[in-house]
C-alpha cells in the first residue's frame, strides 16, 4: 500500500528553534508539493517540486523558510529561526506523472511554536 | 485568490443522498474541478474530477453545469464514516505542473 510519508507526526518547539520537517514521496512519484493549514487560512500551496528541482516556492516566506529535496524519496522543509506564526499543520503531497493528476497526500506534521 | 466558493456547512441523514454544491464561476475552459475530502486532521483524501462531463466511481458522482459555473459533489448514500471536510478545488496551470487552490471547504456531518 503506497503512501506519503511525514516526520515528525508532532513537533512542539521554542520560538527562534530550527525546525526540519520530512516527506517520502510514494515511489515513482516526481512531484512534491508542500502545504499549510491553519484554521484562518486553510490550505496554503507553499512550494513544489518536480524530478527534484524547485518550481514554484512563492508561497513561503523566503526569509526563514526553505524547501529542499536532497533525492527522489526525501522533501524537505526547513523553519530557521521558527515563530508562533508558524504553528500549523504543514502537509507534503506527492504526484505521478500523467494518469489523473491526483495529488496524494501524507498525514501532515503538527507544529507548535511556543 | 480562491477560484470556488462553498456553503461553509452542510448536515445529511445517514443513508440519505449528500448534495455538496460548489461555484466556480471564474473557471477557465482547460482547469479541471477537483473535490478532496479531509477527516479529522488527516491529509486530504481525493475523491473525484472532472472537465465537463458528468462522473461517477465507486465513491461520488460529480454533476458539471453546461456553462462550468458551478459542481455538485453527490454521495449517494451517506454514512457517519462520510462525516468531513469537502474541498472544491480549480486545477490550474502552474510553473512546469498543475497545481490545486483550494476553497474554505464544507463541513459535512452526516447524522444518524
Known amino acids: 500500500d503506497a503512501r506519503v510519508t511525514q516526520t515528525p507526526r508532532h513537533k512542539v518547539t521554542e520560538m527562534g528553534q530550527e525546525v526540519t520537517m520530512r516527506c517520502q514521496p510514494i515511489?515513482?512519484?516526481?512531484?512534491v508539493f508542500w502545504y499549510r493549514q491553519t484554521m484562518m487560512q486553510g490550505l496554503e500551496l507553499l512550494a513544489y517540486?518536480?524530478?527534484?528541482?524547485?518550481?514554484?516556492d512563492s508561497g513561503m516566506p523566503k526569509d526563514r523558510f526553505s524547501a529542499e529535496m536532497p533525492d527522489a524519496t526525501l522533501a524537505t522543509l526547513k523553519i530557521q529561526p521558527s515563530e508562533p506564526r508558524d504553528s500549523a499543520v504543514y502537509f507534503c503531497a506527492s504526484l505521478a506523472s500523467g494518469g489523473t493528476n491526483e495529488q496524494f497526500f501524507g498525514p501532515g506534521t503538527r507544529l507548535t511554536v511556543l | 485568490d480562491a477560484k470556488t466558493t462553498q456553503p461553509p456547512s452542510m448536515d445529511c441523514a445517514e443513508g440519505r443522498a449528500a448534495n455538496l454544491p460548489c461555484n466556480h464561476s471564474?473557471?477557465?475552459?482547460?482547469?479541471?474541478v477537483y473535490w478532496y475530502r479531509q477527516i479529522h486532521s488527516q491529509g486530504p483524501q481525493y475523491i473525484i474530477h472532472g472537465l465537463k462531463n458528468n462522473e461517477t466511481n465507486e465513491m461520488a458522482s460529480l454533476i458539471i453545469t453546461e456553462d462550468r459555473k458551478s459542481s455538485t459533489l453527490i454521495l449517494p448514500h451517506a454514512t457517519l464514516r462520510d462525516t468531513a471536510v469537502y474541498y472544491c478545488i480549480v486545477r490550474v496551470a502552474g510553473s512546469g505542473t498543475y497545481k490545486y487552490i483550494f476553497g474554505t471547504g464544507t463541513r459535512l456531518k452526516v447524522l444518524a
Open positions: 515511489l515513482g512519484h516526481n512531484t
Open positions: 471564474t473557471i477557465s475552459g482547460n482547469e479541471y
Open positions: 517540486f518536480r524530478n527534484r528541482a524547485p518550481l514554484d
